[in-house]
């Protein structure tokens, strides 16, 4: 069974910067795509970025036009984790975050999340 928890989140000012982590058991590799969704008041969930696993260990990231430039993915395989840095939060990230992976381990996030975390809140003030 796959369980993804996520954690980091919290009340943050405009122009600050954060980290989310997402901690992953239960997926078939541990080199397996992940990645991050968001959801806001009365919006529907969004991509935001995604680490996917091309094969071997080739990666590439994706990111949402709105958080290009201000967001980094990473990963640490060894600890089935990934992370989200988010510097220059703006009031319209606030959002839950989520975290996300593929049933195919070398599926694009974007295109197809399966597995999902509980989410966690970020909220920027303004």
């Known amino acids: 069974q796959v369980h993804l928890v996520e954690s980091g989140g919290g009340l943050v000012q405009a122009g600050d910067s954060l980290t989310l982590s997402c901690a992953a058991s239960?997926?078939?590799?541990?080199?397996?795509?992940m990645g991050w969704f968001r959801q806001a008041p009365g919006k529907e969930r969004e991509f935001v970025a995604g680490?996917?696993?091309?094969?071997?260990?080739?990666?590439?990231?994706d990111y949402a036009d709105s958080v290009k430039g201000r967001f980094t993915i990473s990963r640490e395989n060894a600890k089935n984790t990934v992370y989200l840095q988010m510097n220059n939060l703006k009031p319209e990230d606030t959002a839950v975050y989520y975290c996300?992976?593929?049933?195919?381990?070398?599926?694009?996030?974007?295109?197809?999340?399966?597995?999902w975390g509980q989410g966690t809140q970020v909220t920027v003030s303004s």
């Open positions: 996300a992976a593929p049933q195919d381990p070398r599926a694009a996030l974007r295109d197809a999340p399966s597995y």
């Open positions: 239960g997926l078939t590799s541990k080199s397996s795509t």
């Open positions: 680490h996917n696993w091309i094969g071997s260990n080739v990666y590439s990231t």
